[in-house]
């Protein structure tokens, strides 16, 4: 059990190596001759005007809040799925209306137009 | 005899046998065969890597009328190893105001989230990296790790092209992963177990036959999660430069290619593992090589599926895509789990030693009515309410002038 989860971590010990060390060596290989021009932002020859972390637009984020409330939910249905052989009638229901739960609540933001891309 | 049966089991087992003969404590063994096999994933990982760019763009080309690679090497197969040289001269140009240590973490990022999925799924009865119990679990992990890539590369490069495609992402490919978790349930349910080997090994019937839905609200999430055509807003060419990558070049810019490459083989590879049989096939229990063959070769199918979708459609409007997600595939998956819990406890109450086939009849059924039920749905609500047409109403044209124009003459 506990060998199963070192193969895991000795993977994420070793997987930056792959995409990593290429990319340490092109940095060898290739010139490295950086000017003022060259170095600036790109945005089509145009000079970058302003901040480019600035406000944007709430929507992504409405997205965003959606999509947390949602996967957290879900994942807690994982257990459930694995004990269903054990699970009485009753448990397999429980599960279901928990679900449709969250069906109403998906109609709610649909309701309140979070879901629109406006 | 035993090598050309199971090559890479008999390696594993050699490989041990050598390692405990010196001495060494199980522990310390343990961890060099973890050490040998991440290396040797890795390594094929990377090297498939080389051969999947080959395939993409003959492919590609295929269907575009082209010939495409064909110069260098017998067939353009040796194309990609010219590409990686000139690639690896390239500078690394590290544009004013980045945030150093974020910008260059992205491209070994979304390679090494990539490679970690093939931990857990096995390629043949005998070779698995890991049998981890919650293997689906760990899939749906890792596989938000690429996103989280995509999305911190944009927001470090100081750059509004490769913002608005950071956005783009978390708006798209995250909003997809709902549904992509849902039918992961779906698999489970039916599975009874999150380890991959356990999924594998319950699908006497194919998930694909079971769940035909479930299978399809995969493939549609995870050509989401790619961020591959019809759904790649987040590095659309004609809109935002190149997205997320706009200020990387050289080697790390490839990275993120190698990462797109490799992650558009490996949902072939999955939905082969949770819906296809994995490495199931005739003979592959006796002989595990050939489990490794009828793998490659489902998983191939599901690529070149892939790929074709990637070169037949168009790209899809952001306010599509995310109606197409919330309105429709998320109610569609959670729907579907409801009714495959209720309708498998009914059928295991009613004879717990339920024929496969008869189940799989059952949910096919099942999974039919569903899938009408919600095309009811929508073609009620488009009759009720037609789709909004913005370019529909007459506009102001700019028009020639009154006088005879130069094709009336024509004419």
Redo the contacts between chains.
Sequence with gaps: ?L??????G???L???????V??L???F??????NAI???????GVE?VGD??VQ??V???N??L??LI??VE??F??PW??A??Q?P?FG??A??IF??I??GE?LGA?RKGA???A | MAFFVDPIGFIIFWLRGLLSGWGLAPGVVEFIMDALGVIAIGSFGLGFTIFLIWVERKISARIQGRIGPNRVGPYGLLQTFADIIKIFTKEHITPRGVDVAVYNLAPVLSVMAVLLLWAVIPLASTVVGTEINVGVLYIVAVGSLGTLAILIAGWSSNNKFALLGAFRTVAQMISYEVPMVLSLLTVTLLARSMSVTQVVAAQDVWFILVSPLAFLIFLVSSQAEMGRAPFDLMEAESELVAGYQTEYSGLKFGMFFVGEFLHSFTVGALVTTLFLGGWRGPGAEQYPILGIFWFFLKSFVIYFITLWLRFSLPRLRIDHILDYNWKYLVPLGLMLVVLTAVLDKWLFMVNPAINPWLRALAQLAMNAGLFLFANFLVETRNRRKPLRQPVGAPRPVARPPEKASITEKAA
């Design positions: 059990m060998n199963d989860w070192l193969f895991v000795v993977f994420f070793l997987a930056w190596i792959f995409p990593g290429p990319i060596i092109a940095r290989l290739s010139p490295n001759k950086p060259k170095n600036d932002t790109y945005e089509c970058t480019t972390w944007f637009k929507q992504y984020y997205f965003a959606t999509f949602f996967d879900i994942v249905l994982f799925a694995i269903f052989d699970l009638i397999v229901f599960g279901a679900v449709l969250l069906m998906l649909w879901l629109e891309w």
